[in-house]
């Protein structure tokens, strides 16, 4: 189903297809998940995301999708984590591209030269 345009991307994790859904319900879990308002959000990707960040973007896409279809959610942070063993470099460009493309309050992000990330080490050792 990727459709960057309409915020959805496809990933591969443990051989079966799971769709990350960048919509608004993916917007207020993601929030609520790394513990920042809306209006902060562009301070999350200005200096690149932790690998708690990418966690938490990936796991609120896969389940406002999930949630979304009425679908089982079998998944919580932890497996999302173990998810990211199988998702490469180029894949996580890809997906953190279909979020900046996605619509916020119907503002691209394409539009927030802060919206680009890449990812950053974790503050914890």
């Known amino acids: 189903m990727t459709n960057k345009k309409r915020g959805y991307i496809d990933i591969t994790v443990d051989g079966k297809k799971q769709t990350l859904h960048f919509s608004m319900n993916f917007w207020a879990e993601f929030t609520e998940q790394i513990g920042v308002s809306l209006q902060d959000i562009g301070s999350v990707f ?9 966690r938490a973007l990936i796991y609120s896409a896969a389940l406002a999708n999930d949630l979304e279809k009425g679908n089982k959610v079998d998944y919580n942070l932890y497996t999302v984590g173990t998810w990211l063993d199988d998702i490469d470099a180029e894949k996580i460009n890809e997906i953190i591209e279909a979020m900046s493309e996605s619509k916020i309050l119907g503002n691209s992000l394409k539009t927030n030269p802060k919206g680009a990330a890449k990812p950053k080490p974790s503050k914890k050792q």
């Open 46 to 54: 200005e200096s690149g995301i932790s690998l708690n960040g990418l």
